[in-house]
């Protein structure tokens, strides 16, 4: 290597991330690709593809404050930051100041001229090169995500934006812009990978496309950028990958291949939601499964899943989707799911042709001061961990029991009690309907005394039926035993106090099913043994 590329390569590494670079993939996991350990990605969505092709919240606060709060205040290890197509084809030379003044937004623009002045004179293909480079010196690794062509809000059935040969989705075009960006980051650290196109949908969607398209702008960026992942999307608002169960891919990407899916709870009945929590959780966790998740579940060739969108209105207003975010929890834990949350902003400078629109699913709140609400994080915090290696412990697998209404685990101590779950305590389960042992104290088992009263820590009798413990529901999300007057109990949490308990199976019935209809929340009583090497 010349001298003077070997000096900006270590200037590179040196100003830029400690982070794993460059990933790569073994079989479901995302791995650092020098080491082979696991790498999670638990990463908030930045939005930067709409009217000004700037990150939203520019104008609200320095970029550096943004993201250090992203990493220190949220704990997100990771940025999905969405573009779009013109910006690079047609747009890359104007300045954020014109794009500013195109939509007069004069507002917007004293607020980047306070926060970000440096920005205002670069063009907007710079400014995200600049806000990328401010990342990565944070610490964070990057997923840039090609979002729409036309720059504007995402998505509609018709909007033009949806599918190859669209009104603004000329597929050459996309390649290029593909290209443009791949060839832009090369050898960049801050940027691990680029998701290809967000949401395909529309009357115009067939597979017989998605094959084609997809695997030409695959093969693109790999021909440009080796080292970076490349993310496919499905078809259907990023729902349906279940064409790849009858017909693979044919290109080989030398372990960079990543397939992302979305997951979110709009259209559902929210009746089914809230009278039959228990069984609804089941039927569209197997739906997504089904859909998405057996990509990594297959005995052979099976790849990693990014759930790259989700999300819910943070005011926590919405019981329905209150219910889906605690259900989509369970399952991201319990599967150790890559992630992505929808969204960082509070508002957006221009969006749908309303000049600082308020958006209730972003961190922030409206002025981007603090966070909207700060359950929500609480409840993200275990999922922001690596819960499940992909290589061999040298200790066997133990369990967690995690409560995802509070986003804690349980702690054994002279009662049961919530903690944090890097804190909790650690379980042996051989198999369902066997004893809860404590890891190393194989004589030590939960036990059942009655019902309202908290289990025990019990030394003696663990084949009693107060120390056998099913998983029930169809839900799958509820652990019952019997307690000393031969009752049906599970466990339950106290949230007032953070106790755990046992009490009556909420919204089953005698021979623990579900009820076709229940005005109780059985969330507080989800408890779930959650895997963890």
């Not at 790849?303 to 989700?310: A, G, N």
């Not at 957006?348 to 958006?359: I, N, Q, S, T, Y």
Request: hydrophobic fraction near 35%; charge should be negative; charged fraction near 20%.
């Amino acid at each position: 290597m010349p001298l003077r590329s070997t000096s900006i390569l270590l200037l590179v590494l040196f100003l830029f991330p400690s982070h794993s670079f460059p990933l790569s993939t073994s079989s479901r996991w995302i791995v650092d690709q020098n080491s082979g350990y696991r790498v999670k990605l638990a990463c908030v969505n930045w939005p930067g593809h709409l009217h000004v092709m700037i990150p939203e919240g520019l104008n609200k606060k320095p970029m550096k404050a943004i993201v250090s709060d992203i990493s220190h205040t949220m704990g997100f290890n990771c940025v999905r930051l969405t573009w779009a197509t013109y910006m690079y084809t047609r747009y890359s030379n104007v300045t954020v100041s014109e794009s500013l003044d195109k939509w007069n937004l004069t507002g917007a623009k004293e607020g980047v001229r306070k926060n970000n002045p440096e920005l205002l004179e670069m063009s907007v293909v710079e400014a995200q090169n600049v806000v990328v480079n401010e990342l990565g010196k944070g610490k964070l690794m990057v997923v840039l995500d090609n979002h729409v062509s036309l720059p504007e809000w995402c998505c509609g059935e018709k909007d033009g934006n949806g599918f190859f040969g669209d009104e603004f989705f000329d597929p050459d075009e996309w390649l290029q812009g593909l290209v443009a960006v791949a060839r832009r980051y090369n050898s960049n650290p801050s940027v691990v990978a680029m998701s290809m196109r967000n949401e395909l949908r529309g009357p115009h969607q067939n597979v017989a496309s998605w094959y084609k398209y997809m695997q030409q702008g695959a093969v693109s960026i790999h021909q440009e950028n080796p080292d970076i992942l490349v993310i496919f999307s499905g078809l259907s608002y990023d729902t349906n990958l279940k064409f790849l169960k009858s017909e693979p891919l044919s290109i080989n990407l030398d372990n960079k291949l990543v397939f992302e899916s979305h997951w979110y709870p709009f259209g559902q009945p929210s009746d089914k939601w809230i009278l039959q929590t228990n069984e609804y959780c089941a039927n569209v966790t197997k739906w997504f499964m089904d859909n998405s998740g057996f990509l990594f579940l297959t005995d052979k060739n099976s790849v990693p899943l990014f759930l790259s969108e989700f999300g819910l209105d943070q005011r926590g207003e919405n019981e329905m989707e209150n219910r889906y975010f605690i259900c989509l929890l369970m399952t991201m834990a319990e599967n150790d799911i890559d992630w992505a949350l929808w969204q960082l902003p509070g508002s957006f400078m221009l969006r749908e042709g309303e000049v600082e629109k308020e958006d209730v699913f972003g961190m922030y709140d409206f002025k981007w001061k603090k966070l909207r609400n700060s359950t929500v994080l609480e409840k993200l915090q275990f999922v922001q961990t690596k819960i499940q290696g992909n290589v061999e412990s040298s200790n066997q697998t133990s369990y967690i029991i995690y409560h995802p209404l509070s986003g804690k685990c349980v702690k054994a101590g002279n009662n049961l009690s919530m903690t944090k779950c890097i804190q909790a305590t650690r379980w042996d389960h051989l198999h369902d309907g066997g004893a809860i042992r404590l890891v190393k104290k194989t004589t030590h088992c939960l036990t059942t005394i009655k019902q309202g009263l908290p289990p025990i820590i019990s030394d003696h009798e663990c084949s009693s039926p107060q120390s056998l413990w099913n998983v029930v529901s169809s839900s799958k999300h509820h652990l019952a035993s019997k307690d000393i007057q031969g009752n049906d109990v599970c466990l339950e949490v106290d949230l007032s106090t953070s106790k755990v308990v046992t009490n009556k199976c909420l919204c089953l019935d005698d021979n623990l099913r579900d009820v076709p209809k229940c005005e109780e929340n059985p969330q507080r009583q989800w408890l779930k043994l959650i895997p963890t090497n």
